[in-house]
């Protein structure tokens, strides 16, 4: 298993998943995900792109260096639907967020 294979298994076995599960997460089939795990075959950008919309550390896949990963269910909601916004609704979260944590620090 090469470097990759053992840290996508990683990954999976974090977050709990069976093969066909994570699979799923990365739009392919079961086979294809014991093949990327296995080092026989190299995932696509679309199959990475489709893993770090579902909050996988995609970085650390790539890197072996760990970003800010997303230890419970309510960070990668959060994440993935930030991801989604654009323009003044991406800038009215950031906006609510740094006006939450001014409160907290006082």
Do not use: C
Not at 71 to 90: H, M, P, W, Y
């Amino acid at each position: 298993m090469d470097v990759f294979g053992e840290r996508l298994k990683e990954e999976r076995s974090r977050r709990g998943l069976s093969q066909s599960e994570f699979a799923a997460l990365g739009g392919v089939k079961q086979h294809a995900q014991f093949q990327y795990e296995k080092g026989m075959r190299r995932p696509n950008s679309d199959y990475l792109s489709a893993l770090a919309g579902e909050g996988v550390d995609v970085w650390y896949l790539l890197t072996g260096e760990k970003g800010a990963r997303l230890e419970n269910s309510d960070e990668q909601q959060i994440v993935a639907g930030f991801r989604k916004l654009v323009g003044r609704k991406r800038e009215a979260l950031l906006a609510l967020v740094e006006a939450f944590a001014e409160q907290t620090e006082k």
